[in-house]
């Protein structure tokens, strides 16, 4: 998760703002359900699951993020 934190601040910091904030928020999106998925290693259908969420998750990390 730290790679994809890193990425959003630098990416504010460099003004680099909606052209990157998709990418960064599917990455980030990528981070928390890896985290997850690491956690439940007895579930095996909860990366699908995951997956599934996947643009949810991209979706309300882009929408914090575009709040400034």
Known sequence: MANAIESIVNN????RG???DRPTAVAAALELIAA???NAPSNGGILSQEMDNL???ADQIQA???KK
């Open 18 to 20: 909606g052209n990157v």
């Open 36 to 38: 997850k998925v690491s």
């Open 55 to 57: 643009s949810k998750y």
């Open 12 to 15: 504010a910091i460099n003004g």
């Open 64 to 66: 914090a993020l575009a």
